[in-house]
């Protein structure tokens, strides 16, 4: 029985010993991507090139999306992009990937998966890592934004200088890159008589430029903002004025404070 036994532990001892030495055999390809990990904002284009050398003939290479580790059905072709590899020589292949990240990735863990597949089927993958930031562009279009305040700050002792009429005013920044003032019931005397042509902001993301139209002169003026808040609840930004028509400085600071409302 003891001998029995024996044997047995023997016989499991090489099995064990075979399947380690099995497990550490090693892909015929190897592998990489030039940039593995990003962390950047909606908007922005992304840049990786994925290099695989292998001895076999090549078959594919697939790239599939996933958001939150679930496969993005509405991305290429159900979730999935096959591309051609570039011959580079000694069994070098290789792909430029571009990827313009989208609104909807924003606060989610995205991942591409590139899955390389020989002509007898052996397949490696490689993976990039994305997490996708809110741009300080698409917090402001994917909210209105009701006026709360607007400080004559630069005036001694500063002082609010909200109109009455204003304080029911919506800011409305569109994803076109247009933008326009929702008036309230209450309305102010000249309201409607500007257009509102266009907006951006800066790459550095400190600065809104918002153009106005007179309806009568369609002559545009650019205005500029400096962002001090802007998050998903507020806004605030600051604007220089020259209001030496009017005998005052040329240089009048007024700082805007809104709430989001959607």
């Known amino acids: 029985?003891?001998?029995?036994?024996?044997?047995?532990?023997?016989?499991?001892a090489i099995m064990a010993f075979a399947?380690?030495?099995?497990?550490?055999?090693?892909?015929?390809?190897?592998?990489?991507?030039s940039?593995?990990?990003?962390?950047?904002?909606?908007?922005?284009?992304?840049?990786?090139?994925?290099?695989?050398e292998t001895p076999s003939s090549v078959k594919d290479l697939v790239?599939?999306?996933?958001?939150?580790?679930?496969i993005d059905s509405l991305w290429e072709n159900k979730g999935r992009l096959t591309v051609t590899l570039t011959p580079s020589g000694n069994n070098i292949y290789t792909y430029t990937f571009e990827y313009e990240i989208l609104d909807r990735d924003a606060d989610k863990l995205v991942g591409f998966h590139f899955i390389f597949t020989?002509?007898?089927?052996?397949?490696?993958?490689?993976?990039?890592?994305?997490?996708?930031?809110?741009?300080?562009e698409q917090t402001l279009y994917t909210r209105k934004w009701k006026l709360l305040s607007k400080m004559w700050t630069s005036a001694d002792p500063p002082v609010e200088d909200l109109q009455d009429c204003e304080s029911d005013d919506v800011w409305v920044f569109n994803a076109d890159g247009t933008w326009n003032i929702e008036y309230g019931?209450?309305?102010?005397?000249?309201?409607?008589?500007?257009e509102f042509p266009s907006w951006y902001i800066?790459?550095?993301?400190k600065t809104l430029y918002a153009t106005?139209?007179?309806?009568?002169?369609?002559?545009?003026?650019?205005?500029?903002?400096?962002?001090?808040?802007?998050?998903?609840?507020?806004?605030?930004?600051?604007?220089?004025?020259?209001?030496?028509d009017f005998g005052l400085g040329s240089e009048e600071v007024f700082v805007y404070t809104f709430e989001a409302v959607n």
């Open 212 to 244: 106005y139209r007179s309806i009568f002169t369609l002559e545009d003026d650019v205005q500029k903002y400096t962002i001090k808040t802007l998050n998903r609840e507020r806004l605030v930004f600051e604007s220089i004025v020259d209001l030496t």
């Open 185 to 194: 019931a209450k309305g102010c005397l000249f309201d409607g008589f500007n």
């Open 19 to 33: 399947c380690k030495k099995e497990d550490k055999i090693s892909s015929p390809h190897k592998a990489s991507l």
């Open 63 to 70: 790239i599939a999306k996933t958001i939150n580790t679930f």
């Open 202 to 205: 800066t790459e550095d993301e």
């Open 118 to 136: 020989d002509e007898n089927g052996l397949s490696i993958t490689k993976d990039l890592t994305l997490n996708a930031i809110l741009s300080a």
């Open 35 to 52: 940039v593995a990990e990003f962390t950047e904002k909606t908007g922005r284009i992304i840049t990786t090139t994925y290099t695989i």
């Open 1 to 12: 029985m003891r001998t029995i036994r024996s044997y047995a532990i023997c016989l499991l």
